[in-house]
C-alpha cells in the first residue's frame, strides 16, 4: 500500500507539472513543448511493415527498413523497400538542413511506396514552416486533447504539402499527437492521420508503434507498423548517407 500511494504522489506530481506547462500556453507553446518532449533520438533504426489498402479493400505487404540521423550538419533519413524482391533498394531520401540547402529529396507532396502516405506526413513536424493556433479542446476516446490549427507559412508551402490545413490533436496529460486531420481550402476533411499503440522507448519516451494513413475521399488506407525499432550509431552509420540516390 506504501509503495501504491508513492507512485501516486509521483503521478500527481507529474501531472500537476504537465498542468502547469501547458495551462493557459497559446498553440505555438504547445507545440514547441511537445515537440521538445517527443524529439527523435540522433540516431533512428526501423523495421517497418506497410499495409496499403486500395478502394477495393484489397491489402498488399511491403517490408522497409529507415534510417534517420541528426547532428549539428542537419538531420537525415532514408527509407528503403526491403520486399516484395521487385521493389527491393527503391528508397525515399530527405535532408533538412544539409550542406546549406533548408531541405532536400523528394517531394514533398509525392506518394510514398505506392501508399496514400505523402513523404510531408513522415518526415516529422517542421514547426518552424506553421503557424499554430488553439481551435478549443476535444475528448476523444475518452481522453482530454488539445486541438491545433496548424497554418502553412505561405501559400507555395501548402501547394508543396499537399494540403490548405492541418488540426492537430495533443493529449492534456503528456502532448503525445494522437491525430492529424488534413483539410482542403474549401474546409473539407480528406485524410487523417492516427498514431496508434504508443509504447515508451528504452528513454521512456512515447513513441507510436502504429501510423494509420486514411483518405476519406476514396477509402484507401496505409498502416505503417514498427516491427523493431533501434536508437544506436552502431545501426545507423553516417557513410550509408554517402552518395545515396533516390530511386523512386
Known amino acids: 500500500m506504501r509503495h501504491l500511494f508513492s507512485f501516486l504522489l509521483m503521478f500527481c506530481a507529474l501531472t500537476g507539472a504537465a498542468h502547469a506547462i501547458t495551462s493557459g500556453a497559446d498553440g505555438q507553446q504547445l507545440m514547441d513543448e511537445a515537440l521538445r518532449r517527443y524529439a527523435p533520438p540522433a540516431h533512428v533504426y526501423e523495421e517497418q511493415a506497410w499495409i496499403v489498402t486500395d ?33 527491393r533498394g527503391a528508397n525515399v531520401r530527405v535532408d533538412h538542413e544539409v550542406r546549406g540547402a533548408t531541405r532536400h529529396g523528394a517531394a514533398a507532396s509525392s506518394a510514398i511506396f505506392g501508399s496514400n502516405f505523402l513523404v510531408a506526413d513522415l518526415e516529422g513536424e517542421r514547426a ?76 521512456g519516451v512515447w513513441r507510436a508503434n502504429m501510423v494509420l494513413m486514411e483518405d476519406l475521399r476514396s477509402g484507401e488506407r496505409s498502416l505503417l507498423k514498427i516491427e523493431r ?20
Open 55 to 87: 478502394r477495393q479493400g484489397q491489402p498488399t505487404v511491403r517490408t522497409v527498413r529507415y534510417f534517420a540521423l541528426s547532428d549539428a550538419a542537419g538531420s537525415r533519413c532514408i527509407w528503403t523497400i526491403e520486399t516484395p524482391t521487385e521493389a
Open 128 to 203: 518552424g514552416q506553421f503557424r499554430y493556433e488553439r481551435d478549443g479542446d476535444m475528448v476523444i476516446d475518452r481522453v482530454p486533447h488539445f486541438v491545433l490549427k496548424a497554418i502553412a507559412g505561405d501559400a507555395a508551402l501548402a501547394q508543396l504539402a499537399g494540403y490548405h490545413e492541418r488540426r492537430i490533436y495533443l493529449r492534456k496529460d503528456n502532448l503525445f499527437i494522437s491525430r492529424i486531420d488534413f483539410r482542403d481550402r474549401e474546409g473539407r476533411q480528406i485524410r487523417r492521420q492516427t498514431f496508434r499503440d504508443p509504447a515508451p522507448d528504452d528513454a
Open 229 to 248: 525499432r533501434v536508437h544506436s550509431a552502431d545501426y545507423v552509420p553516417m557513410a550509408m548517407f554517402a552518395g545515396s540516390q533516390e530511386k523512386p
